[in-house]
């Protein structure tokens, strides 16, 4: 499968995309990043031409050979099975299971709770206001936290989420604690989490999928 045939659509501040970005680099992968900005002219993932591409109106989307890919989970899941060197998933049954309940405590827990078009409706429809919003992304994003901490204690040896080399859950766990900080959450008492982010944080791969980094970085 040439990897020239990798385009993904993404954007910058995304953290499912961020989450997409970091395993495309991880595994090595060269790919086209197609911006799609999620405010400009009411969110150019509404435009026609994009639902059809993805007809949830989100991002990530990743087009390979003509294979339309959505939901972050699902992509990642696919270029390690698709592209099988450096992957994002150990090698054991319970490793997997383990990886993967992590991963989705933050994507399927935390995430959808704060995503933008949550966002938008709590300070729109709802009625909540900036400061309503804010108090509910901190409250579930705090929350959501602690728990994947609890459950890296369990497992307290190596760098990352499990062991010693990234995997699925640190890209999901990576952009979801750059929002906490962008939101201004407490992140004092995340030991674990914070070490792994900080591990993280050091690999040229990890870097160069950060939001600051990308060509449409407002």
Known sequence: MPEQSLTLHTYWRSSASYR?????????LDYESRPVHLVRDGGEQLAAGYTTLNPQQLVPTLVHDGRILTQSMAIMEYLDEAFPQTPLLPGTPAER??????AQAIACEIAPLNNLRVLKYLTGP????EEGKLAWYRHWTETGLAAVER??????AGRF???DEPTLADCCLLPQVYNAHRFECDMN?????NAVCHELEQLAPVRDAAPENQPDAA
């Open 189 to 193: 008492g995340f030991d674990r989490i």
């Open 161 to 163: 989420c499990h062991g």
């Open 97 to 102: 299971a383990r990886v993967r309940a992590i």
């Open 151 to 156: 459950m890296l204690d369990q497992q307290a």
């Open 20 to 28: 997409v970005r970091m395993a495309l680099n991880l595994k090595g």
């Open 126 to 129: 709802a009625g909540i206001g």
